[in-house]
């Protein structure tokens, strides 16, 4: 069994920043992602990260203001929010998984086994 648990999120201005952090205890776990889901709409990818391919992709809607990392060796990783804006406000969900992750799928709900609760992210002047 894997659980997942997230931090980091609270009220920030726009423009500010934020990070988030997700650790997922467990083993063979091939990779984690963010999504989010904002009042009102399907829950949407944000990034990924594979442990084998190393590339962490973002959604167009945060790509250049949202990075993703993974700490060195561990089943843990940020979130790293620049450039907030109000329609970033959401639940942020962290999610891993433990199949093979592949390139085309990774922001499909489907490639991952396990979801943390999720944490709010409001961004309001």
């Known amino acids: 069994q894997v659980e997942v648990v997230e931090s980091g999120g609270g009220l920030v201005q726009p423009g500010h920043s934020l990070r988030l952090s997700c650790g997922a205890s467990g083993r063979g776990i091939t990779g984690m992602a963010w999504f989010r889901e904002a009042p009102g709409k399907e829950r949407e990818f944000v990034a990924a990260?594979?442990?084998?391919?190393?590339?962490?992709p973002v959604a167009n809607t945060v790509k250049g203001r949202f990075a993703m990392s993974r700490v060195s060796g561990e089943n843990a990783v940020y979130l790293r929010m620049d450039s907030l804006r109000l329609e970033d406000t959401a639940i942020y969900y962290c999610?891993?998984?433990?199949?093979?992750?592949?390139?085309?799928?990774?922001?499909?709900?489907?490639?991952?086994?396990?979801w943390g609760r999720g944490t709010q992210v409001t961004v309001s002047s």
């Open positions: 999610a891993a998984s433990t199949r093979s992750m592949i390139l085309s799928a990774l922001s499909d709900l489907r490639t991952y086994d396990y």
């Open positions: 990260i594979r442990w084998r391919g190393g590339n962490a």
